[in-house]
Structure formats: structure tokens, C-alpha cells
């Protein structure tokens, strides 16, 4: 039986090599010896296809004309299929996104205070306890009141201010760091000094970082303003250095008893007028009630 397809595959390509040949004896004869010599009609020219269909269907095991002339609509639909694809990874990683975002942006208002210590990139730590006292040493200096029988003790009142502020700006008070201050991998960020303030609080609102502190509203003199100049600066340095947004939200106690000094606290906003309109210093207010107030003194 094999011998038999053998035979019949001979024959078949023994006929076909005979009339390529004779087609190409045909276009010979047309091209040299009929009249006009030389031209290339229609007749030569379907002579010739016909003669490169048999060779070419000899010479591949499946030949189609019809097939090629489906390559350039299959190229066409795969890439229309490439760019559907890319399009739906494109709205796939758009979609990752936001999920992303929205994720940070909730788990900003849920983490607990142990986050912050906790997390490798935190960039914010709470004081030690030796350099909280040497803070509050340094404000009963200034905050010394003359001649009087009784003094306010401060540390209760910004104890009750940071409640306070806290309820005004509707955080949760895990996600606030008391007495902070930037941590020691930010200690070189100014060219000028490695001095480290300490803040009354700090916490993260959305994509923004605030800086809390608290001062009486009684004017500040020129210690309580270098003092401010000193946080202003390092935030400033901190703030181009990380790329983030952040700004001090100096908070004014209006405390009953205590002597109001309004040029000064005039002075102090033109001193620091282009912080306040560049957004690295934001003032707001907290009233205190004489019954409060009361509670926050002691003997002299």
C-alpha cells in the first residue's frame, strides 16, 4: 500500500514538473516568436501565476492563496486584542490605586499611637523624659508671673488644651504624639543647628503632617520668638528634604488673669508674616473658662 502512494506521489509530481514545463515552453513561444516579440500581455502574465501556484504549491506541504491574504486581517485583529489588553491593565492598576489610597487614607484615622515607633519610616518620636524637663524648666522661666500669691501651672493647662484641640480638630488621641520632635536620622537637615525643639504634639491629617504648639496669649517676647523661629526653620528644612506637606499650628491660650500684650502680638504677626502666608504657620485660638483656670493654679 505504500508502494502504491509512492507510485501515485511520482505520478503527480512527474505531470506537474511536465506541465510547468510546458506552460514555460508557452511563455517562451509567446514572448520570442509571436508578433509583437517581446511584449508581456495578459495571456503571459496569466501564464506566469499559474506556473508560481504549481511551484510553489509543490514546494510547501499546504498552500493557500486565500491564506495569504488572511495574514494581514489576523496581524490586525491581534492588535487590536495587544490594545484591548493594555487598556484593561491600564484601568487595573488605576483601580489598584485607589483602593490603595483609600486603604492609607483610612488607616490614618485607625492606627494607634504604637504605629509610630513601631513603623521603620516614622520620622517623628516622642522626647525622652529628661529633655521634657529641661523643655518645662525653661517655660516657668519665662512664664514666671511677679508679685503674685498664686502661679498657673502650665503643664496642667496644655494638658487641657490638647483635649481641647483635640475635640476642636475631631482626631483620635492614640494618633497624636505628645512632646514631639524629630527623629535622629533628620538631626543633620540644618546646616546650622542640630538643636532638636520639641512640640507639644504632632500628628498626620490625610496627606498632611501638623506640628502642634501651645502659648499663651499674653505677647511673646523676644525668647518665645526665637523659639518659634527655631521650629519654623527645622520644619522648613524638614518639609523640602522629605517632600511632604506639613506646617506648625501654633495655638494661642486665652487664659483668664493673664496680662494681654496686644503690640506685642502684633509685632509677632508682622515678624512672621511670610510664614503665615506661605502656610508654614497657621495661628488659631483656645478660650479657657475662669473656672478652669482656677483649677491650673497653685501657691507661689
Not at 14 to 38: N, Q, R
Not at 91 to 116: A, M, P
Not at 228 to 248: A, D, F, P, R, W
Not at 266 to 271: A, G, T
Request: glycine residues 4%.
Amino acid at each position: 500500500m505504500e508502494n502504491t502512494e509512492k507510485k501515485t506521489n511520482w505520478f503527480v509530481r512527474c505531470m506537474i514538473v511536465a506541465f510547468c514545463v510546458l506552460i514555460a515552453a508557452m511563455i517562451t513561444f509567446s514572448y520570442f516568436y509571436i508578433e509583437p516579440k517581446g511584449e508581456i500581455n495578459s495571456g503571459v502574465i496569466t501564464l506566469l501565476s499559474l506556473l508560481l501556484v504549481l511551484v510553489l504549491s509543490e514546494s510547501f506541504d499546504n498552500f493557500s492563496i486565500g491564506k495569504l491574504a488572511s495574514i494581514s486581517r489576523e496581524v490586525k485583529k491581534k492588535g487590536q486584542e495587544v490594545q484591548k489588553l493594555e487598556k484593561d491593565k491600564a484601568d487595573l492598576l488605576s483601580q489598584l490605586i485607589t483602593i490603595s489610597n483609600t486603604q492609607n487614607q483610612s488607616q490614618q484615622h485607625t492606627n494607634v499611637y504604637g504605629d509610630y515607633h513601631a513603623s521603620k519610616a516614622a520620622t517623628v518620636e516622642r522626647a525622652t523624659e529628661q529633655e521634657v524637663q529641661a523643655r518645662e524648666t525653661d517655660e516657668e522661666e519665662s512664664n514666671k508671673s511677679s508679685q503674685r500669691e498664686y502661679r498657673t501651672d502650665w503643664r496642667k493647662i496644655e494638658t487641657m488644651a490638647m483635649e481641647k484641640y483635640i475635640a476642636k480638630k475631631g482626631i483620635h488621641s492614640s494618633n497624636v504624639i505628645p512632646e514631639a520632635k524629630l527623629v535622629t536620622q533628620f538631626h543633620g537637615i540644618d546646616p546650622v543647628s542640630n538643636h532638636q525643639p520639641i512640640f507639644d504634639g504632632y500628628y498626620k491629617d490625610d496627606d498632611k503632617e501638623i506640628f502642634v504648639e501651645f502659648r499663651p496669649n499674653r505677647g511673646m517676647h523676644l525668647m518665645m520668638r526665637d523659639r518659634i523661629y527655631m521650629m519654623l526653620s527645622k520644619l522648613n528644612h524638614y518639609q523640602n528634604v522629605k517632600g511632604v506637606n506639613t506646617h506648625l499650628d501654633l495655638v494661642w491660650l486665652n487664659v483668664p488673669d493673664e496680662e494681654s500684650r496686644p503690640k506685642s502680638t502684633e509685632r509677632f504677626l508682622q515678624d512672621f508674616e511670610p510664614a503665615i502666608a506661605s502656610g508654614l504657620l497657621r495661628i488659631s485660638e483656645i478660650d479657657f473658662t475662669q473656672e478652669e483656670a482656677n483649677e491650673c493654679k497653685r501657691e507661689a
